[in-house]
């Protein structure tokens, strides 16, 4: 007997369970192709970010000191992402000091950097033939930071006035480093004075404990040590080298020739990216310092504020800044910096500034005009 007069027979009605089973099995069919798709959505979506994330260029980056206040200038195009619109993936690094951050872009530890313009021409000097040598390609600070800080009671209110007098600094301060060229704008014979070295941390302390008549340092960072330490403003002299005969240079962007050869449009790009970063940091020194709160959160915000107000007012916005126009540099100028430092520093050869500045990767002058 076939089997479906079989099952009339029995008296059982299976259609619905045939129809049941079917409808399961179609349901299952739908529900591996949902899985498919969505593990196929997934693995697209993770691809996507692959690829955007190869589709970077990467740029190791150092600043030359601590995350502070003027080190805004970077951090907040980093949080608002002017950087990644640009394509790029920018790591940025506090450093400790400018000297080291040329050792490593040298050596390609860092791509690019943030360093003085003296510890840039004193590698040329003592490096003639290193084969991947840091190029300047943006001024930021036109003039040193670099000052002279004693306090009032030490009778000290001229350069003439150090003459006899105890200084200290740490062996690689850039002040201490280019006292020379002051001394020789200022009169003073170099010989006639004794130097003490310390630690950076125990610069200020050392004033004001009496154990030093004057130190070096970056204005910004010095002046706010000492209040720090119980000196108010109108008890202590402040010399900056620029107000008195010193026409250095102070921090530029750097970045590795090998590089430069390499990422040309990458360089460009940051450079872009940081001229926008910059223009919000001048407008608002306050958000400025909430991204480098973001970085570092035990930082003083107010204390941080006043920092980078001190250093845009003295070395980004100084009058020779505005004249020559942020970013930019004087080649005269640029050439009297590298034949003194030559001189004061005792490199091994002259230092030919032509080599080591270019200005080929800054943004157009519409976008470098943020001085106003």
Request: aromatic share 8%; proline share 5%.
């Given at each position: 007997?076939?089997?479906?007069?079989?099952?009339?027979?029995?008296?059982?009605?299976?259609?619905?369970?045939?129809?049941?089973?079917?409808?399961?099995?179609?349901?299952?069919?739908?529900?591996?192709?949902?899985?498919?798709?969505?593990?196929?959505?997934?693995?697209?979506?993770?691809?996507?970010?692959?690829?955007?994330?190869?589709?970077?260029?990467?740029?190791?980056?150092?600043?030359?000191?601590?995350?502070?206040?003027?080190?805004?200038?970077?951090?907040?195009?980093?949080?608002?992402?002017?950087?990644?619109?640009?394509?790029?993936?920018?790591?940025?690094?506090?450093?400790?000091?400018?000297?080291?951050?040329?050792?490593?872009?040298?050596?390609?530890?860092?791509?690019?950097?943030?360093?003085?313009?003296?510890?840039?021409?004193?590698?040329?000097?003592?490096?003639?033939?290193?084969?991947?040598?840091?190029?300047?390609?943006?001024?930021?600070?036109?003039?040193?930071?670099?000052?002279?800080?004693?306090?009032?009671?030490?009778?000290?209110?001229?350069?003439?006035?150090?003459?006899?007098?105890?200084?200290?600094?740490?062996?690689?301060?850039?002040?201490?480093?280019?006292?020379?060229?002051?001394?020789?704008?200022?009169?003073?014979?170099?010989?006639?004075?004794?130097?003490?070295?310390?630690?950076?941390?125990?610069?200020?302390?050392?004033?004001?404990?009496?154990?030093?008549?004057?130190?070096?340092?970056?204005?910004?960072?010095?002046?706010?040590?000492?209040?720090?330490?119980?000196?108010?403003?109108?008890?202590?002299?402040?010399?900056?080298?620029?107000?008195?005969?010193?026409?250095?240079?102070?921090?530029?962007?750097?970045?590795?020739?090998?590089?430069?050869?390499?990422?040309?449009?990458?360089?460009?790009?940051?450079?872009?990216?940081?001229?926008?970063?910059?223009?919000?940091?001048?407008?608002?020194?306050?958000?400025?310092?909430?991204a480098v709160k973001a970085r570092d959160g035990i930082i003083d915000e107010k204390l941080e504020v006043r920092r980078l107000r001190l250093a845009l007012d003295s070395?980004?916005?100084?009058?020779?800044?505005?004249?020559?126009?942020?970013?930019?540099?004087?080649?005269?100028?640029?050439?009297?910096?590298?034949?003194?430092?030559?001189?004061?520093?005792?490199t091994k050869g002259r230092i030919n500034p032509d080599v080591l500045w270019s200005d080929a990767y800054l943004p157009g002058a519409a976008e470098l005009d943020v001085?106003?």
């Open positions: 007997m076939p089997q479906s007069r079989a099952v009339r027979q029995s008296g059982v009605d299976f259609s619905h369970g045939v129809e049941h089973g079917a409808i399961s099995m179609a349901r299952r069919r739908l529900l591996t192709l949902g899985a498919i798709l969505g593990t196929s959505l997934v693995l697209s979506t993770q691809f996507a970010g692959y690829a955007h994330a190869q589709s970077l260029t990467k740029i190791r980056f150092q600043l030359d000191w601590r995350f502070e206040g003027p080190s805004a200038l970077f951090l907040l195009g980093e949080q608002k992402g002017y950087y990644k619109a640009e394509k790029l993936d920018v790591a940025i690094d506090a450093g400790n000091g400018s000297g080291n951050v040329v050792n490593r872009i040298a050596s390609g530890t860092y791509d690019m950097g943030f360093a003085d313009m003296a510890s840039v021409m004193e590698f040329y000097g003592n490096n003639p033939d290193a084969k991947n040598k840091p190029v300047a390609v943006m001024m930021v600070y036109n003039n040193t930071p670099a000052a002279i800080l004693a306090l009032k009671k030490s009778g000290i209110r001229t350069p003439k006035d150090l003459a006899g007098k105890r200084m200290g600094a740490p062996v690689f301060d850039a002040g201490r480093r280019a006292f020379p060229i002051f001394a020789r704008a200022n009169g003073l014979q170099t010989s006639s004075f004794n130097w003490q070295a310390m630690d950076p941390t125990l610069r200020e302390t050392m004033l004001t404990r009496g154990d030093l008549d004057a130190i070096t340092g970056f204005s910004f960072t010095s002046i706010l040590n000492l209040n720090a330490r119980g000196v108010k403003d109108e008890d202590m002299v402040v010399l900056p080298y620029p107000q008195y005969g010193v026409k250095l240079y102070g921090n530029a962007v750097i970045a590795s020739e090998e590089f430069l050869k390499k990422n040309p449009e990458a360089v460009k790009a940051f450079l872009r990216a940081f001229t926008k970063s910059a223009r919000d940091v001048i407008a608002h020194p306050e958000e400025g310092i909430k070395v980004v916005k100084s009058p020779d800044a505005k004249a020559e126009g942020f970013g930019r540099i004087s080649k005269p100028r640029l050439s009297l910096m590298a034949s003194q430092v030559a001189d004061a520093f005792g001085l106003r």
